[in-house]
């Protein structure tokens, strides 16, 4: 792998994180806090731990090491966790633009919120995180059928259907 498919997977997620935030604009008040029992009580807590943790890799991949996630009480409405995940997405986009493979591939000494340091290569941390959001959103997917709202299609070979491949690297 290497800096093309790193911003080939984060124009993916970029174009996902996109579709699912399109999903739920028609949902109520009601049906983005509804406890549904998943990993995280609801579709906006959901969609909050998949922003807050690309903030926290973000910062990490610039050389911050957050000691705790970002205030979940900040972001109480779809709109506002899109304003804050535009912004993430924005500024990860600037960190794509100055990478090369050689800092991809160069190991990133990092700690967790709670101080315990790491060192791993950047490139795994990204796919990592990619991986992490994809998880996520499938959750939030079964969450949207459970409150009977309309699911999204979110599998990467419609992004590729979407998004011609050489345009991928344009919207990285």
Do not use: C
């Not at 906006?44 to 903030?55: G, K, M, N, P, S």
């Not at 991949?61 to 705790?68: C, D, R």
């Not at 979940?72 to 633009?97: G, H």
């Amino acid at each position: 792998m290497d800096i093309t498919d790193i911003k080939t997977l984060y124009a993916y997620n970029r174009w996902a994180n996109q579709r699912m935030f399109a999903a739920i604009e028609p949902l109520s008040e009601s049906q983005f806090t509804r406890g549904l029992g998943s990993s995280f009580p609801s579709i906006r807590d959901t969609l909050f731990h998949i922003v807050a943790a690309e903030w926290i890799w973000l910062k990490r991949w610039q050389g911050a090491s957050p000691t705790a996630r970002p205030d979940a009480e900040q972001y109480p409405t779809a709109e506002k966790l899109k304003s804050f995940w535009e912004s993430v997405d924005q500024e990860r986009d600037s960190l794509l633009d100055g990478l090369d493979d050689a800092r991809l591939h160069a190991s990133l000494a990092f700690k967790d919120l709670a101080g315990t340091p790491y060192s791993m290569p950047l490139i795994e941390l990204m796919q990592h995180l990619a991986n992490h959001s994809s998880y996520h959103r499938g959750q939030v997917t079964t969450m949207l059928r459970q409150v009977e709202a309309k699911p999204v299609a979110l599998d990467m070979l419609y992004f590729f259907r979407d998004v011609p491949h050489q345009d991928t690297r344009q919207r990285a």
